[in-house]
């Protein structure tokens, strides 16, 4: 059973994790459009 | 599809929350295997949903090859990305399945080092698209999506035309499944591709955003550069 659970929490541990990733591109994104938008 | 993105996602996260349940408690229990087969009902949707990811890469690189549309480059880039994060669990829960069946990690037979294969060529392709510039730099991608495309026929087909250590197809290859499990199974393979589907269409929004914030910063930059001191 150990390996069973294992299987389904490391699938959601890459998702989510690459999620975050994502979660983290668009805030620095959204900063760098803001920073765009003082400067000009 | 920005008002709709909340609503779909409440939904697939219900469809993905549903299709669990029914892949731990519902499906029955393999009288061989016992309770570790039910990690096909993620390793096989997540194989199929990488499959669904690369193929929209290849068609898109070569619509940018055709027609050198950056919108279908921006495709390629968010369903090579995906591509990988599937990729990544099938090479991740294949084994944790493997160990308590056939007593090992791994094995280096055609469909297993084949899919390994297809992993590599997508993170070199992810790779020379993170760290080279340049006009050329989509071109290249492109057409290493491509030849990097031809691995996936070998990787799907390895098993019909090769003895490998890895179960023969059950579905479409003359095996047989109690239908609960098939139907359990294609629940799960639905569920995991709205859910892939959802983070691609995100993805991709995110890269036309980059674009457009790196256009804008060189267009400041060569204004600055141009203007009297």
């Known amino acids: ?40 | 599809m920005k008002r709709a993105f909340p609503i779909l996602a409440v939904v697939t996260l219900a469809l993905l929350g549903y299709s669990a349940y029914e892949a731990l408690v519902v499906a029955p229990t393999d009288r061989l295997q016992g309770d570790v087969y039910r990690i096909i009902y993620y390793h096989v949707p997540s194989a199929w949903t990488m499959f669904t990811f690369f193929a929209i890469n290849f068609v898109a690189s070569v619509i940018y090859l055709i027609r050198r549309n950056l919108k279908a480059d921006a495709v390629a880039v968010a369903a090579a990305e995906m591509g990988v994060v599937f990729n990544t669990v099938v090479l991740v829960t294949g084994p944790l399945w493997a160990r308590p069946v056939w007593g090992i990690w791994w094995t280096w037979d055609i469909r297993l080092t084949s899919t390994l294969v297809l992993w590599l060529i997508y993170v070199s392709y992810l790779l020379l698209r993170r760290f080279s510039s340049g006009g050329q730099m989509p071109l290249l991608a492109a057409t290493l999506a491509v030849f990097g495309a031809l691995d996936m026929p070998l990787v799907y087909f390895s098993i019909w035309f090769f003895r490998t250590q890895h179960p023969q197809p059950v579905v479409g290859g003359g095996g047989s499944i109690d239908p609960r499990m098939l139907h359990i199974w294609l629940l799960n393979w639905f569920a995991f591709e709205c859910f892939g589907l959802l983070v691609f269409w995100w993805r991709y929004r995110l890269e036309m955003m980059r674009r457009e914030v790196e256009e804008t910063q060189e267009l400041e930059s060569l204004l600055e550069t141009r203007s009297p001191r």
């Open chain 1, 1 to 40: 059973m150990s390996y069973l659970y294992a299987a389904y929490i490391v699938t959601w541990l890459i998702h989510i994790g690459y999620i975050g990733t994502l979660v983290q591109r668009y805030a620095r994104l959204r900063r760098e459009m803001q920073e765009l938008k003082r400067e000009s």
